[in-house]
């Protein structure tokens, strides 16, 4: 059965951080470039960053760059997703999902971030 699980969410202060794990079974992660998207309350999806298979190349959103990073590890069949000086307007649910700048959101539930004081 192919899933993605997503984990690694919950309420932080204005500048705290948070990694996101994403795990993968039912397939090889190795095998595909990956993505974060995110859900804010009221708003459509939006790309947050994206990695290669191989996890040599990545992107990300304006609105993340210098402050997320997006990493796997292909052994694990996991990704990440470090995020680092999070501001409220990251408040939103965290899904991965497969393939680069995915417009959709994956098999999993997502995992909540809130960003508040």
């Known amino acids: 059965q192919v899933q993605l699980v997503e984990s690694g969410g919950g309420l932080v202060q204005p500048g705290g951080s948070l990694r996101l794990s994403c795990a993968a079974s039912?397939?090889?992660?190795?095998?595909?470039?990956m993505s974060w998207v995110r859900q804010a309350p009221g708003k459509g999806l939006e790309w947050v960053s994206d990695?290669?298979?191989?996890?040599?190349?990545?992107d990300y959103a304006d609105s993340v760059k210098g402050r997320f990073t997006i990493s796997r590890d292909n052994a694990k069949n996991t990704l990440y997703l470090q995020m680092n000086s999070l501001k409220p307007e990251d408040t939103a649910v965290y899904y991965c999902a497969v393939g680069r700048r995915a417009t959709t959101k994956g098999w999993g539930q997502g995992t909540q971030v809130t960003v508040s004081s």
């Open positions: 039912g397939f090889t992660l190795s095998s595909y470039g």
């Open positions: 990695i290669n298979s191989g996890g040599s190349s990545t």
